[in-house]
């Protein structure tokens, strides 16, 4: 389901899973190997998806509180597992050394390289016509206390706002700029220009995407909307250079625009702020993020996505699920019930614990952010165990070689299905149009379209 385009939730799921893997391990058997390993997973997966920094908090918490309570069991001296109260601080700090490593290199990298964005402007074709720009507004002076502030401004947006102040005093037939006309960039923005944020956690991004998700426009998926609104110009476009306000704003996320550099900046804030002022509009968007990540999680059995076929709608940057139709509403609460049920007949399982919390992490990071059908489709694993877990319960017990050949005879079908499909591909029609050997879309689509799969 995931490796269909390239989406980072394929290799991130290797990489999640093999700290799930190492969890019992871990758990009966600890030393300082496995800590380390398990930090160093997590870590990986973090670089790989910054949001898994959610789950590795909780489930290596998880983890202490089951040392902690085998150690008390023992009376605070070795437990079955040879953990004490004395080794868990080692065994936690060796986790933790472990996971910085490995975040370290990127960190220091991406640090620097903001640092330097920040004090010296790149040598970019943009910034070129920025230069060109200044020479021709070289005859527009600039006050001791407005080239002060201009300096502060940083590097790379640094140019672009002050020739647009110039530009602008020079069009009011100003002879000079002065500090107060500095608010020319409120009046047409809304925002001044300020650095980027030195010390981001593994994803610059991050706020900018909470706002995106957390707006008055947002419907649960992905959208660029608050990016595209028009700025203020306070006194009306007439009042500003028409060659610097034309086009405005920018197709694409700029820096160098005001209002787009508060949005990563001030990302967090303006999300918070809007879900604060909202929490009913907020509760009934958190429903539409988390539908949408179960269309993914209960997409369908084998590469024909049984019950509900392969056809549906690919929302932006996301897979297409199947939509609109009373069986795949039926199917989905089927999976869910299902799921819910082995959750709850399983629960003296202590192997469950890092599946559940897997589980959990992703929820959350859907409720905060986008939901995503390929979000939900990482939790496939787990819901798949959830389910066995209740048919389980449900189903007299079986012996194992009875069970074991079941299993495979079941692999091998599943197999024979997917080689089938492969042997005899689907015709394609996307939004009605026939898909050949080319992408339908690229990489900058960010629409909604309708895929159809006959065969």
Same mark, same amino acid.
């Given at each position: 389901?995931?490796?269909?385009?390239? &989406?980072?939730?394929?290799?991130?799921?290797?990489?999640?899973?093999?700290?799930?893997?190492?969890?019992?391990?871990?758990?009966?058997?600890?030393?300082?190997?496995?800590?380390?390993?398990?930090?160093?997973? $997590?870590?990986?997966?973090?670089?790989?998806?910054?949001? $898994?920094?959610?789950?590795?908090?909780?489930?290596?918490?998880?983890?202490?509180?089951?040392?902690?309570?085998?150690?008390?069991?023992?009376?605070?001296?070795?437990?079955?597992?040879?953990?004490?109260?004395?080794?868990?601080?080692?065994?936690?700090?060796?986790?933790?050394?472990?996971?910085?490593?490995?975040?370290?290199?990127?960190?220091?990298?991406?640090?620097?390289?903001?640092?330097? #964005?920040?004090?010296?402007?790149?040598?970019?074709?943009?910034?070129?016509?920025?230069?060109?720009?200044?020479?021709?507004?070289?005859?527009?002076?600039?006050?001791?206390?407005?080239?002060?502030?201009?300096?502060?401004?940083?590097? #790379?947006?640094?140019?672009?706002?002050?020739?647009?102040?110039?530009?602008?005093?020079?069009?009011?037939?100003?002879?000079?700029?002065?500090?107060?006309?500095?608010?020319?960039?409120?009046?047409?923005?809304?925002?001044?220009?300020?650095?980027?944020?030195? $010390?981001?956690?593994?994803?610059?991004?991050?706020?900018?995407?909470?706002?995106?998700?957390? &707006?008055?426009?947002?419907? %649960? %998926?992905?959208?660029?909307?608050?990016?595209?609104?028009?700025?203020?110009?306070?006194?009306?476009?007439?009042?500003?250079?028409?060659?610097?306000?034309?086009?405005?704003?920018?197709?694409?996320?700029?820096?160098?625009?005001?209002? $787009?550099?508060?949005?990563?900046?001030? +990302?967090?804030?303006?999300?918070?702020?809007?879900?604060?002022?909202?929490?009913?509009?907020?509760?009934?968007?958190?429903?539409?993020?988390?539908?949408?990540?179960?269309?993914?999680?209960?997409?369908?059995?084998?590469?024909?996505?049984?019950?509900?076929?392969?056809?549906?709608?690919?929302?932006?940057?996301?897979?297409?699920?199947?939509? %609109?139709?009373?069986?795949?509403?039926?199917?989905?609460?089927?999976?869910?019930?299902?799921?819910?049920?082995?959750?709850?007949?399983?629960?003296?399982?202590?192997?469950?614990?890092?599946? =559940?919390?897997?589980?959990?992490?992703?929820?959350?990071?859907?409720?905060?952010?986008?939901?995503?059908?390929?979000?939900?489709?990482?939790?496939?694993?787990?819901?798949? =165990?959830?389910?066995?877990?209740?048919?389980?319960?449900?189903?007299?017990?079986?012996?194992?070689?009875?069970?074991?050949?079941?299993?495979?005879?079941?692999?091998?079908?599943?197999?024979?299905?997917?080689?089938?499909?492969?042997?005899? +591909?689907?015709? =394609?029609?996307?939004?009605?149009?026939?898909?050949?050997?080319?992408?339908?879309?690229?990489?900058?689509?960010?629409?909604?379209?309708?895929?159809?799969?006959?065969?």
């Amino acid at each position: 389901m995931l490796a269909t385009s390239l &989406n980072n939730e394929t290799p991130y799921l290797l990489l999640a899973f093999g700290s799930v893997a190492l969890w019992r391990p871990l758990r009966e058997r600890p030393s300082a190997a496995r800590a380390a390993g398990w930090g160093a997973l $997590h870590a990986a997966a973090t670089l790989v998806r910054a949001e $898994h920094a959610l789950f590795a908090v909780a489930s290596t918490a998880a983890l202490g509180v089951a040392w902690r309570r085998d150690a008390g069991r023992h009376g605070g001296g070795e437990a079955a597992g040879g953990v004490s109260r004395r080794r868990l601080p080692w065994l936690a700090g060796t986790a933790t050394a472990a996971y910085l490593l490995v975040l370290a290199p990127w960190h220091v990298s991406a640090w620097d390289a903001i640092e330097r #964005f920040n004090a010296v402007a790149p040598d970019t074709p943009g910034e070129r016509v920025q230069r060109q720009l200044e020479t021709q507004l070289s005859g527009v002076a600039w006050s001791p206390a407005a080239a002060a502030e201009r300096d502060r401004w940083p590097a #790379f947006a640094r140019r672009t706002a002050a020739n647009f102040v110039a530009a602008t005093v020079a069009r009011r037939g100003g002879p000079e700029v002065g500090a107060d006309d500095l608010s020319i960039l409120d009046q047409a923005f809304g925002v001044r220009p300020r650095p980027l944020g030195e $010390h981001p956690f593994v994803a610059l991004y991050g706020g900018l995407n909470f706002w995106l998700a957390n &707006n008055p426009e947002a419907d %649960g %998926g992905f959208s660029r909307g608050p990016l595209a609104a028009r700025p203020p110009l306070a006194g009306g476009a007439s009042r500003y250079p028409p060659a610097l306000v034309a086009g405005l704003p920018p197709d694409d996320l700029a820096l160098t625009y005001p209002p $787009h550099l508060a949005a990563v900046n001030r +990302g967090w804030r303006l999300g918070l702020g809007w879900i604060a002022g909202h929490p009913a509009d907020f509760a009934s968007l958190v429903g539409a993020k988390l539908r949408r990540f179960w269309a993914g999680a209960a997409h369908g059995l084998t590469g024909y996505a049984l019950p509900l076929g392969l056809s549906g709608v690919r929302r932006a940057v996301d897979l297409v699920v199947a939509e %609109g139709s009373a069986a795949a509403l039926l199917w989905r609460l089927a999976v869910l019930a299902l799921a819910a049920a082995g959750t709850v007949l399983a629960r003296p399982r202590r192997e469950l614990v890092p599946w =559940l919390l897997f589980l959990g992490s992703q929820l959350a990071v859907a409720a905060a952010f986008f939901g995503y059908a390929r979000l939900g489709a990482t939790v496939v694993p787990a819901v798949a =165990l959830l389910c066995t877990l209740a048919v389980a319960r449900a189903l007299p017990a079986v012996p194992p070689r009875r069970a074991l050949a079941a299993a495979a005879a079941a692999a091998a079908l599943l197999v024979a299905v997917e080689t089938w499909r492969w042997a005899d +591909g689907p015709a =394609l029609a996307l939004d009605g149009r026939p898909v050949g050997r080319q992408a339908p879309f690229g990489p900058a689509d960010h629409g909604t379209h309708r895929l159809e799969v006959a065969g």
